[in-house]
């Protein structure tokens, strides 16, 4: 195969190197992430009975190899350019780890024990070029199939549109009950996530 020449500093390969160093990370109990500093990258995995998940439960195993989810968490006023020792003090990454365990807990048919995640503190420049090659990399069944994982409440007047298909399939968040029923039901979904999966990991 022809390509040309190797660029450590290229676009893809930065993204890889960033994928790379957060996989050497230790996986821990999703239920026992502490609260430290930094602004990152994490993934979160899946190792339990829910059958639409089987193929990725046995892929998992003990390792924790294959993410349900991945995603970012900037600093604070990111997006209004802060400083880097202001992000090296922000505690983001560890919040929204910790926000995604308190909505596995409240769902119905899941079990926060069954959940691991691995994260990595990274430069905020950083973060959107590492959360695309994560997404790109692994294709996460809760990023590309099952909307609505990483979804806040969204308040008093402000509902549009229906609920999103997480709430649907793992009902629990007192604040999705808000949104009008989809036309599509959980079984639906969970066939589609079974093919999804087959087509990925089988």
């Known amino acids: 195969m022809t390509s040309g020449p190797f660029s450590p500093l290229a676009m893809e390969s930065l993204g890889h190197s960033i994928v790379t160093r957060m996989m050497e990370m230790n996986a821990i109990p999703l239920d026992d992430v502490p609260r430290f500093a930094g602004a990152g990258l994490y993934a979160i995995y899946y190792r339990g009975p829910f059958q639409a998940y089987s193929l990725l439960a046995q892929a998992n195993g003990d390792r924790s190899a294959v993410p349900i989810y991945v995603g970012k968490a900037a600093p604070s006023g990111a997006r209004k350019g802060i400083d880097v020792a202001q992000t090296s003090a922000s505690h983001a990454l560890a919040d929204r780890v910790r926000q ?39 294709r996460p069944v809760w990023n590309a199939i099952v909307d609505g994982f990483g979804n806040h409440d969204p308040g008093k007047g402000r509902i549009n549109g229906t609920r999103p298909r997480w709430d ?35």
């Open 100 to 138: 995604h365990a308190a909505s596995i807990r409240a769902a119905q048919n899941l079990d926060i024990t069954d959940f691991d995640a691995r994260w990595l503190v990274v430069e905020d420049i950083w973060i959107p070029l590492g959360e695309s090659a994560l997404i790109r990399q692994h």
């Open 168 to 202: 649907t399939l793992h009902p629990g968040r007192p604040w999705a009950d808000k949104y009008p029923q989809r036309d599509e039901t959980s079984a639906e979904i969970e066939q589609e996530i079974e093919e999804y999966l087959r087509s990925r990991l089988a």
